[in-house]
């Protein structure tokens, strides 16, 4: 599925650290029935793999990608798992090797033009900028706009529904990525409703 297509899909990707397996499913379904089909489930909680292989077999709509993958092992095996993008912190040779060689997406993240300019050599112009907010965020993207106008961005990483409007405007931005959509608590006490209503809130962004 092409990169552009998965990120245009919805305004916000949630990142989604899944700590108990039993709510992956429900939890995927709720951002599904809000208008939020693409769905980044990170490795950073030992669910991770598992989480990807539910949710792609049992939500219907949901485009499920990987977050959180740092190395050319981890790329293949979340394709394995059902996967059809994976999302990167960073970047270096190696993981933009393996990209090559992988049939699914990956969307680096990125934080300077040198780390652009790498996947670019690579033929990926479609990348997240992390962490937004710390690198400087609009300013920045509004920057890099002028001698990469061909890129499209996810930015993510301290955004939230208040800044993601101006964010949404930019014309290198795709979507944005945020954990507001999927808050700890609402998650363990199973608050399907409240995460459909978070969900409609970020889908009528744009």
């Known amino acids: 599925m092409n990169p552009r297509d998965i990120l245009s899909a919805g305004a916000v990707v949630p990142?989604?650290?899944?700590?108990?397996?039993d709510t992956a499913v429900d939890l995927a379904h709720a951002l599904v029935e809000g208008g939020i089909p693409t769905l980044e489930i990170t490795l950073r909680t030992e669910h991770g793999l598992k989480a990807i292989k539910l949710i792609a077999k049992e939500v219907k709509g949901a485009i499920v990608g990987a977050g959180t993958v740092i190395n050319g092992e981890q790329l293949k095996a979340v394709e394995d798992a059902g996967a059809v993008f994976a999302i990167s912190p960073g970047l270096n040779i190696k993981l933009a090797e393996a990209s090559l060689k992988s049939s699914i997406s990956l969307i680096p993240g990125v934080a300077t033009p040198g780390e652009l300019m790498l996947a670019l050599e690579h033929g990926i112009?479609?990348?997240k900028l992390f962490p937004a907010e710390v690198v400087g965020g609009i300013d920045m993207l509004k920057a890099l706009?002028?001698?990469f106008p061909q890129v499209k961005f996810c930015p993510t990483g301290g955004i939230n529904l208040t800044s993601?409007?101006?964010?949404?405007?930019?014309?290198?931005?795709?979507c944005v990525g945020g954990t507001w959509l999927t808050p700890k608590d609402v998650?363990?006490?199973?608050?399907?409703?409240?995460i459909t209503q978070l969900a409609k809130e970020a889908s009528a962004l744009r």
């Not at 998650?187 to 409240?194: F, L, M, P």
């Open 15 to 21: 990142v989604m650290a899944i700590d108990d397996i």
């Open 125 to 127: 112009d479609t990348c």
């Open 145 to 147: 706009y002028g001698p």
């Open 164 to 174: 993601a409007p101006e964010y949404l405007q930019l014309p290198n931005v795709l």
């Open 187 to 194: 998650v363990a006490n199973r608050d399907w409703n409240k």
